[in-house]
């Protein structure tokens, strides 16, 4: 059998892992527990904060996202000094000498909150020089009279948060039994695309709205995981918890090509469409003729 590449895209779910080596770590999704649980980093409230870490990791692995080995050695590390904060002092009269279970981890989000908050400057002056993205604005305060909160890129774990709420909403909507259908992630894609080819931005709740089966909304956001990595979408959000919207991006020249291309595809759909659409008049006029 002749090897298949890489980078062909997966048609069946349960081959389509999404590699999360592009988006963030375990440190990366600590510092996102804490700022969205507004808690003091050094005194982190380990054991609620452990519960959410692994929340995170079981709704990864439901997703069939490749989750990389050192978040589970992080679940390990958490779990480990959860049960070291619950052992009973020898002595609860004097300070523990030894230090505390937390501190080693605390030194290590300080040291990558400063590394990351220096790469994002980076990031931030790299693309004011190449003027690759701009948020029109501009008409926006024309019209409200007053500059909007600007927006910030969504890491992973931000769209794992607003996925969570699509699911929970999911699950109070009455049950409606339809026959199933299943969709390839490359179809889905293409769908997405045509959607966002008719507006400049959508919410991110709104790409959910025509699917109705668990394993409908779990395809829907493979395919924006899938789409963020090809540099076909940017995600942005309105503060720290505000609405999430995607927007359709120019793509640039260093965005990855796979095999069967999205974006090739999508201008090749339109092109069929339209064709059909221009033939409709001759054909409409060729019935005619026969029947006179």
Same mark, same amino acid.
């Given at each position: 059998?002749?090897?298949?590449?890489?980078?062909?895209?997966?048609?069946?779910?349960?081959?389509?892992?999404?590699?999360?080596?592009?988006?963030?770590?375990?440190?990366?999704?600590?510092?996102?527990?804490?700022?969205?649980?507004?808690?003091?980093?050094?005194?982190?409230?380990?054991?609620?904060?452990?519960?959410?870490?692994?929340?995170?990791?079981?709704?990864?692995?439901?997703?069939?996202?490749?989750?990389?080995?050192?978040?589970?050695?992080?679940?390990?590390?958490?779990?480990?000094?959860?049960?070291?904060?619950?052992?009973?002092?020898?002595?609860?009269?004097?300070?523990?000498?030894?230090?505390?279970?937390?501190?080693?981890?605390?030194?290590?989000?300080?040291?990558?909150?400063?590394?990351?908050?220096? %790469?994002? #400057?980076?990031?931030? *002056?790299?693309? $004011?020089?190449?003027?690759?993205?701009?948020?029109?604005? &501009? +008409? /926006?305060?024309?019209?409200?009279?007053?500059?909007?909160?600007?927006?910030?890129?969504?890491?992973?774990?931000?769209?794992?948060?607003?996925?969570?709420?699509?699911?929970?909403?999911?699950?109070?909507?009455?049950?409606?039994?339809?026959?199933?259908e299943q969709i390839s992630i490359e179809d889905r894609i293409e769908q997405l695309m045509a959607k966002l080819s008719e507006t400049e931005a959508c919410g991110f709740e709104d790409l959910f709205a025509d699917v109705q089966s668990?394993?409908?909304?779990?395809?829907?956001?493979? %395919?924006? #995981?899938?789409?963020? *990595?090809?540099? $076909?979408?940017?995600?942005?959000?309105?503060?720290?918890? &505000? +609405? /999430?919207?995607?927007?359709?991006?120019?793509?640039?020249?260093?965005?990855?090509?796979?095999?069967?291309?999205?974006?090739?595809?999508?201008?090749?759909?339109?092109?069929?469409?339209?064709?059909?659409?221009?033939?409709?008049?001759?054909?409409?006029?060729?019935?005619?003729?026969?029947?006179?």
């Amino acid at each position: 059998m002749e090897h298949q590449p890489d980078f062909e895209f997966e048609s069946i779910l349960e081959a389509y892992p999404v590699r999360l080596e592009k988006f963030e770590g375990p440190l990366d999704l600590l510092l996102h527990l804490i700022k969205q649980h507004q808690v003091d980093i050094y005194d982190i409230p380990i054991a609620a904060i452990t519960e959410q870490y692994l929340g995170y990791i079981d709704m990864m692995q439901e997703l069939n996202l490749d989750v990389a080995g050192e978040f589970l050695v992080m679940a390990a590390t958490l779990i480990h000094i959860k049960s070291r904060m619950l052992l009973p002092r020898i002595d609860p009269t004097q300070e523990d000498p030894d230090e505390d279970p937390r501190e080693a981890l605390v030194r290590r989000l300080l040291e990558h909150q400063k590394f990351k908050a220096a %790469a994002e #400057l980076l990031h931030e *002056r790299e693309t $004011l020089r190449s003027a690759q993205w701009t948020r029109p604005d &501009g +008409p /926006i305060a024309e019209i409200a009279g007053e500059a909007p909160e600007p927006e910030i890129e969504v890491d992973l774990f931000s769209l794992i948060a607003a996925f969570r709420t699509v699911v929970e909403r999911a699950k109070q909507r009455p049950k409606v039994y339809l026959p199933s259908e299943q969709i390839s992630i490359e179809d889905r894609i293409e769908q997405l695309m045509a959607k966002l080819s008719e507006t400049e931005a959508c919410g991110f709740e709104d790409l959910f709205a025509d699917v109705q089966s668990r394993a409908g909304i779990v395809v829907t956001f493979l %395919a924006m #995981l899938e789409m963020i *990595r090809l540099k $076909l979408i940017r995600v942005f959000q309105s503060g720290a918890l &505000g +609405p /999430i919207r995607v927007y359709k991006r120019a793509r640039p020249a260093d965005a990855p090509k796979p095999l069967l291309d999205p974006e090739q595809r999508h201008a090749h759909e339109v092109a069929v469409q339209n064709a059909v659409r221009e033939d409709e008049p001759a054909t409409a006029i060729a019935k005619s003729s026969e029947s006179e």
